[in-house]
């Protein structure tokens, strides 16, 4: 009892002592001057190491395995336990993933034991020191984006908080949890932890009322509650929870909370179109980080106000003096964000700003400077791909070096286990001189043993490091090369993702734009998902005269091959339609057919590649609704009009239409290609009477042949179109998110095998 009350005074002493002097040069003086063991340990642990772990991660790390082998030497579980949570704290630090799990499971371990103490209270600390490991094993997992197992600890550390009866340690887990979800697009998951975690902090007494964590903790679900409605666009309770966060923020005057729920609230006006109300937001959050020196989200924020401005100068009923004026102060905050960006070296920034001004100066006809920022723009993005694809050979190198020192650090131990031994060998000295002359040959004879085994020790020791040194140099032989290769493919990459990313912006020019199909085609949508950067598929639709003509094509192959067939497609067409005036759906295809064989130079030999396209194609004429369609292997599905239910086809084959339904009308296309054929009959050209709500569907067949599920095998076609139908009662628009989303859950962790296109038209 008297030394424990001596140990407690100490540790009082040495407490004061370190914050008044509050540097490790008066600690190691502390330590120095210390007796005790125990103290010793828990001044290496919680005071020596702790103060070295922001300065010095390696010295830390150094220090906290001294105080591990005192503690296990002393019985000392509960410093045993903590020596091992904070090495595998650095651990974690450094990137050394593994090696942090082994040492947090150590110290479980330790902790499991304390939980076992008959001591109710050495008990309780255990079982929540068991917790906390857990809480920091999950943080490790979701470091490496492997949610499942993070997850899974900290559903175990949430129920021994529960045990324990610890509510906010309850909540803090499940927002954890939730904010996993938020990530792994699970919103009803991650709205149902949000939600129980709210509700258990709104149940904590009210003494802790002013605890500052107990109010960052009701930010922190508010604003991941907030999140989740937002992505769920229920836009009024996103709206809530981020007013209510700001609202704690302000109370106890946390400036970088503020200035993130200000930001999610001008998202929220942004969504709502309110873009005054977003500007106001946007500026409120812009001063605070201007007055915290927060570099980086001054200069997103001036990026997003620039954005606004824009948006509000080309509104209508604007007065052209109104519009300079705010075309100009955009151009000022976007400049100002970019110049921010080169001083901080952030791509991401320098990316977003130089699309901003790309877009104004191309908005107001300064074309030469929208191009110069056009290209930052696009040569930024190549750096960002650039940038990650460093991080992981710079996190490589980072392991390398720390196992490196981790071996020094080892040497070194080496070097003091044989220093404690010869300490051992002077004291047995000593004793046999007391014991007398007698003993002195025998003496002689323990200390050339012990001579000999010290001289055998050290050459072993100097071959040890002969192949380590051996080793470090082929190590770093290895890295310099794998550095060389690595820029290599970079600059490889680097140019022919350029090359390609030029060629979609070429067949993005050639495609029909977003406004000149809504023109066309009215209500509509176009599922477009090519498989690489350019796309083998193409959609095409033009107007002659009162009749419109649309179509959708997959050309032979995907990427930059089956883009330069479409591009070749999509000009042969606008030729024959309206330069020689053929407005008949199989008589377009016919001379489409001539024109690619033509181009390709085929004859039907054996040999040459069979390269061409699959189309379904339709002319309606915009008075009677009559329409025309003509297919190469790609069909037309029609879903008739609820107040429309009469026969469709007014001239069809039997031998390739299905027969006609109540539900859907699939006519079928011939079985020829766009190319060169073994059977080359001309296309058989469907009519049909359409009516008002009628629903016309064009497609390639990437969707349908699309692997997935979770027997990877195709969609299929019939599954396709069942599909459509369950879904016709929506407005297109959502049709297309329903396909969309059908396609990405289907597809899972499978690549896309080819390139996907569907149209939908409503007639109207």
Not at 530 to 540: E, L, N
Not at 659 to 670: A, C, T, V
Request: include cysteine; aromatic fraction near 8%; charged fraction near 25%.
């Amino acid at each position: 009892m008297k030394s424990g009350l001596l140990f407690m005074v100490f540790c009082l002493w040495a407490c004061c002592t370190i914050a008044q002097s509050k540097t490790i040069d008066s600690l190691w003086r502390v330590y120095n001057n210390t007796k005790a063991d125990s103290a010793k340990i828990e001044l290496l642990i919680e005071s020596i190491g702790y103060e070295l772990e922001g300065i010095n991660p390696d010295s830390a790390l150094g220090i906290y395995r001294k105080g591990l082998s005192m503690a296990q030497n002393s019985n000392y579980t509960s410093a045993e336990a903590r020596a091992y949570m904070y090495i595998a704290i650095i651990k974690m630090y450094l990137g050394d993933f593994d090696s942090s799990i082994h040492f947090f499971l150590k110290s479980e371990e330790q902790f499991e034991i304390m939980s076992r103490s008959p001591n109710p209270l050495i008990a309780t600390k255990g079982l929540k020191g068991v917790a906390t490991i857990y809480n920091n094993i999950s943080n490790v997992y979701n470091s490496r984006a492997q949610y499942p197992q993070a997850i899974e600890y900290l559903q175990k550390a949430a129920q021994i908080f529960e045990s324990m009866g610890d509510k906010s340690s309850i909540a803090a887990c499940y927002i954890n949890i939730g904010s996993i979800h938020i990530h792994l697009k699970n919103p009803d998951l991650a709205l149902k932890y949000l939600s129980d975690a709210n509700e258990l902090v709104e149940s904590i007494s009210l003494e802790k009322a002013n605890d500052i964590q107990y109010q960052i903790q009701i930010i922190d679900v508010n604003v991941n509650l907030g999140i989740v409605h937002f992505d769920r666009k229920d836009l009024e309770k996103a709206q809530t929870h981020f007013a209510k966060a700001l609202a704690v923020a302000k109370a106890i005057d946390y400036r970088p909370k503020m200035a993130a729920c200000l930001n999610n609230l001008g998202n929220v006006a942004l969504e709502k179109g309110n873009l005054k109300e977003a500007i106001d937001y946007y500026s409120q959050g812009l001063k605070i980080r201007e007055e915290l020196g927060d570099m980086r989200g001054v200069a997103l924020t001036k990026t997003n106000l620039a954005k606004l401005l824009f948006l509000l100068s080309i509104k209508e009923g604007k007065p052209m003096n109104q519009k300079n004026e705010l075309i100009a102060r955009a151009i000022e905050l976007a400049s100002q964000a970019y110049k921010a960006a080169k001083e901080l070296k952030s791509f991401q920034i320098e990316n977003e700003s130089a699309a901003r001004l790309m877009e104004i100066y191309g908005s107001i006809g300064m074309y030469k400077k929208a191009l110069d920022y056009s290209s930052i723009y696009i040569s930024t993005k190549d750096s960002m791909f650039a940038e990650e694809k460093t991080k992981a050979l710079v996190e490589m190198e980072t392991r390398y070096q720390t196992e490196k020192k981790q071996q020094e650090i080892e040497k070194q131990q080496l070097v003091i286990d044989k220093q404690r031994t010869e300490v051992r060998r002077q004291k047995l000295q000593r004793n046999f001189f007391i014991v007398g002359s007698m003993l002195l040959v025998l003496l002689v004879l323990v200390v050339y043993r012990s001579y000999r085994q010290k001289k055998q020790s050290n050459e072993i020791i100097s071959q040890k490091n002969i192949l380590l040194e051996q080793a470090n140099e082929e190590i770093a032989a290895q890295r310099d090369l794998v550095v060389e290769q690595k820029e290599h493919i970079e600059l490889i990459h680097g140019e022919l993702t350029s090359s390609i990313r030029y060629a979609s912006r070429i067949q993005a020019a050639v495609l029909p734009s977003p406004e000149q199909m809504d023109n066309l085609l009215g209500e509509h949508f176009i599922l477009f998902r090519p498989k690489d950067i350019v796309s083998g598929d193409f959609y095409w639709a033009t107007g002659v005269a009162n009749q419109l003509v649309f179509c959708v094509a997959d050309c032979t192959g995907h990427g930059v091959p089956g883009s330069f067939m479409s591009m070749l497609g999509v000009s042969y067409l606008n030729e024959i339609v309206h330069k020689e005036g053929v407005t008949v759906a199989s008589q377009i295809l016919n001379r489409l057919r001539s024109c690619i064989i033509d181009a390709l130079k085929q004859k039907g030999e054996g040999s040459e590649q069979k390269d061409g396209m699959d189309i379904g194609l339709c002319v309606l004429n915009l008075s009677s609704k009559q329409m025309q369609f003509a297919g190469g292997y790609n069909p037309c599905w029609i879903i008739p009009s609820k107040e429309h239910t009469a026969e469709r086809l007014v001239s069809r084959s039997e031998e390739t239409d299905e027969p006609y339904n109540s539900e859907i009308l699939q006519i079928k296309p011939d079985k020829m290609p766009i190319a060169i054929h073994k059977h080359m009959e001309p296309y058989t050209n469907h009519i049909l009477q359409l009516y008002l709500g009628d629903q016309v569907y064009l497609m390639s067949d990437g969707f349908q042949d699309q692997f997935g599920g979770t027997q990877g095998k195709k969609f299929m076609g019939k599954n396709l179109r069942e599909l459509i139908f369950t879904h016709s009662h929506l407005p297109l628009t959502e049709q297309k998110i329903v396909l969309n989303n059908t396609l990405n859950d289907w597809m899972g962790q499978i690549e896309q095998v080819d390139d996907v296109t569907i149209m939908g038209v409503k007639i109207d």
